[in-house]
């Protein structure tokens, strides 16, 4: 909070957002929640990428949504409401265009874990190579992008949740109504015998390998679907988040409200797409 001062006095708005930004995403990247984040994806990916082609592929295409994409709601959710927990957001009401600025700003950061979950996959990327790992097969940059932007999609959705329902106990009711609606999605409409439905990709947690049977270590394909279009989905959904983060503060509602208009557009088109 130190850099909003300084922000809110720039010269220029574009200044003082890249200050507030800035000050935002180290506040999000130094989160205790986030860091824990980061050593959960570790210790999954260091437990299954080395046991064989099928956990290989799958490490480095699923993990990043569930074992760091759900602390990273919460990191994000305890950072944007910071200020009312402390009881010193009426002490920056006065400062013009507090709110609607940190808002835009805490949006800007959550580029920060996105571009630190890129980095993290070219990592593991270059660890494969370097030690020979082998993969059934290399995953699509479709496939590698979604586990980056479920962490996007996780700060944004965060924010908008700090921003719209400043409850205590909120966030973790939304996290597990979530998680309640991807596990009916992914199940929903599937055959006997068959752990997942036709609707799987409309999920936000997705393994796109599917798995043989006992010791679950043999390659028999993938689950159907665009996953290029399921990625495009995963960006609108992104998109919405953010609209309805700024909207709980932002003067220019006709803007967000458009953008909220644009997103589910993207969503619903993609998700059609993803089915087909």
Known sequence: MSAVPHAVRGTSRPSALHVLATNEARRLLCHPLNLLGVAMWCIAVGTDAWAGPRPAFTAL???????????????????????RRAGTEELLEG?????????GA?????LAPFFMGVAAQ???SCLYLVTGNQLERFPTIAELACGPLNLLGGCLLGIAVARWTPWPGAPLLIMIILVRVNQYVNTAGAGDGQETGPFY?????????LWGP??????????????????VYLLGLCL???????????????????????????????GIRVLL
């Open 106 to 110: 805490l949006c800007l950061a959550a």
């Open 214 to 231: 006992h010791p679950y270590l043999a390659a028999i394909g993938f689950n159907p679907g665009s996953v290029g279009w399921h990625a």
């Open 95 to 103: 400062l013009p265009r507090w709110r609607e600025d940190r808002t």
């Open 61 to 83: 295409t699923a993990p990043m949504t569930l074992f760091w994409g759900v602390p990273v709601f919460f990191a994000a959710n305890l950072v944007t409401s910071s200020a």
């Open 201 to 209: 990709l409309l999920g936000f947690y997705a393994d796109f390998a």
């Open 240 to 270: 919405g988040a953010g609209a309805l983060a700024m909207l709980a503060d932002s003067s220019r509602r006709r803007l967000w409200l458009a953008v909220g208009a644009l997103a589910v557009v993207v969503v619903a088109f993609a």
């Open 122 to 124: 070219a990592l593991l």
